[in-house]
């Protein structure tokens, strides 16, 4: 069964310091999205990705953060300057765009900011 | 904006069915679905429901009335693996997820 692959699992940071997250969606789908939950909380949605360009963001995804489609597979996450408040487990997610099929998240990355 | 809430814990036993509650409050509404997750793993997709009415997966079913802004999800024949935390999420227009804070089953031998 396709999968959404996130690497690293782990990352341990200093605060301050840029981090890309990665992450290769399953080839045939469309969008693509960023979601974090922290520690015992509900996931939430930071941003979404169509036809090579962010289609909604959350306000917690502000000027520090960015996201990239570098070439046909991968899809990054990058946080300029960690914050203490980044920690958390941060998932990709891809969709073929029809709601009754669901998203596919990956197993996420365990950001650290310490 | 988007709020749901549900309920934070249920605990049924092996066999059993249980039904977990969501109710909505969003603008630019188009659809709930439902999400496992085990221990902080990634969530996977259980179920969408864009109309009202009951839509059924196996041992799992889900139901939404609109006029109501809410939403359920009804899990029969319990197993041990069901031990989960179970999230409605609402769609936007962006197709974007707003999640519930979910709910965690505990399934009781």
């Known amino acids: 069964e396709p999968e959404v692959t996130q690497t690293p699992s782990h990352q341990v940071t200093q605060m301050g310091q840029e981090v890309i997250l990665r992450c290769v969606p399953i080839?045939?789908?469309?969008?693509f999205y960023w979601y974090r939950q922290i520690l015992g909380q509900k996931v939430e949605f930071l941003v979404s990705f169509y036809n090579n360009e962010i289609s909604e963001k959350s306000e917690i995804f502000d000027d520090q953060f960015s996201v990239e489609r570098p070439d046909g597979s991968n899809f990054t996450l990058k946080i300029r300057s960690t914050k203490l408040e980044d920690s958390a487990m941060y998932f990709c997610?891809?969709?073929?765009?029809?709601?009754?099929?669901?998203?596919?998240f990956g197993s996420g990355t365990r950001l650290t900011v310490v | 904006g988007q709020s749901l809430e549900q309920p934070s814990e249920v605990t049924a036993v092996e066999g059993a069915i249980v039904q977990i509650n969501c109710t909505y409050q969003?603008?630019?509404?188009?659809?709930l679905s439902w999400y496992q997750q085990h221990d902080g793993g990634a969530p996977t997709f259980l179920s969408y429901n864009a109309l009202d009415g009951l839509e059924e997966t196996g041992r799992f079913s889900s139901f939404l009335s609109r006029s109501d802004s809410y939403g359920y999800l009804l899990l029969q024949e319990l197993q041990m693996k069901d031990s989960a935390s179970y999230f409605c999420?609402?769609?936007?227009?962006?197709?974007?997820?707003?999640f519930g804070s979910g709910t965690q089953l505990t399934v009781l031998p």
């Open positions: 999420a609402a769609t936007g227009s962006a197709r974007q997820l707003t």
């Open positions: 080839s045939n789908h469309l969008y």
């Open positions: 969003t603008s630019g509404f188009y659809g």
């Open positions: 997610a891809s969709s073929t765009g029809r709601e009754d099929y669901g998203y596919t």
